[in-house]
């Protein structure tokens, strides 16, 4: 999917909000997310942000009292006078604050879920808000709050997405919209991103721990150069497009690895779950020989093991079929 500039506008702007004037902000959430997007609001706009969260901790109690900001614990008669909402709950609870929040906000009135949902909860969570003519946008966050606070980068998808997240892009947010796309795009690709980098994440745990141990981290680093030097995006299609031919030398290679870390008494979980894929694509390849260009170009390969058991895992009957 194509990205575009955040100042695209959809077909119904106009039924938005002004954007100029000044607007009461509710967030619901008062996690670090919440809480990093309120002090934003406060500090860097004319806009008034009000915090609502059943359970606050200690953290936001001591950050609304300080930023003097009003804080609700549930959703109640106060929402009729807000013109954004900007959902920080967690993915999980995306649908029941919704169904909580919806039938109580004006016509019109504006809501972001910024929450990890999965694609078709934020799906329904659209055609929730349509019923009672509440604009709905999925954006997801692209990066850790906790380092760059409210300037962290956005994606987002739906109709009013570029109209909705200007807002985000006043306080120093890098916003890209999916155009063409539909409500539920941006949490998928933001699903999809959390593969590389929470796998990335728990095989960083698992080698740094073995180098520091080992005494050797910075040569490990030393030893990544030629990763610095293609780039990160070039890197993974390198992966990729050499993965069919390699796969049989670089499970051995794996093994090796895993018996290195058994052998130090550390976890390998990641290298065992490596060693699947691998070891899955080797079987596909000797019943299935692939063409030739799947083993150099990365679309070829990708088709290839998107078609093969390799990509597609075969999965036996649920219990009781």
């Known amino acids: 999917m194509r990205c575009a500039d955040f100042s695209l506008r959809p077909k119904h702007s106009a039924r938005l909000p002004a954007y100029s004037a000044h607007v009461n902000i509710a967030i619901i959430g008062a996690g670090e997310v919440g809480r990093t997007y309120a002090k934003a609001v406060a500090e860097q706009s004319a806009h008034t942000a009000i915090l609502c969260d059943p359970y606050p901790k200690d953290a936001t109690l001591r950050f609304v009292s300080e930023a003097g900001l009003e804080l609700h614990r549930e959703a109640g008669t106060w929402l009729a006078d807000v013109d954004r909402v900007w959902l920080c709950v967690t993915g999980d609870l995306t649908l029941s604050v919704c169904r909580e929040l919806l039938w109580r906000l004006r016509p019109g009135t504006v809501v972001v879920d910024l929450t990890t949902a999965a694609p078709g909860d934020k799906r329904s969570a659209f055609d929730l808000a349509a019923e009672h003519d509440v604009q709905y946008v999925d954006a997801v966050i692209l990066g850790a709050i906790a380092l760059t606070a409210a300037a ?16 985000f892009a006043d306080l120093g947010a890098p916003v890209r919209i999916l155009p063409e796309a539909r409500v539920g795009d941006a949490a998928a690709l933001k699903l999809l991103r959390t593969i590389l980098t929470k796998g990335l994440e728990a095989l960083a745990v698992e080698c740094l721990v073995a180098a520091e141990k080992q005494g050797i981290r910075r040569e490990l680093y030393d030893a990544m150069h030629d990763v610095d030097a293609i780039g990160f995006t070039a890197f993974l299609d390198m992966l990729v497009r050499t993965h069919i031919q390699h796969s049989g030398r670089r499970l051995h290679e794996i093994q090796r690895a895993e018996a290195q870390l058994t052998s130090m008494g550390l976890p390998a979980s990641m290298l065992s779950a490596s060693q699947q894929v691998f070891a899955r694509t080797t079987s596909a390849a000797a019943q299935n020989p692939p063409p030739a260009a799947a083993t150099a170009d990365v679309e070829a390969a990708l088709e290839w093991l998107g078609s093969t058991s390799a990509g597609c895992p075969r999965v036996g009957p649920g219990p009781g079929i």
């Open 152 to 167: 962290t980068p956005l994606l987002a998808a739906g109709p009013a997405g570029p109209e909705a997240m200007r807002d």
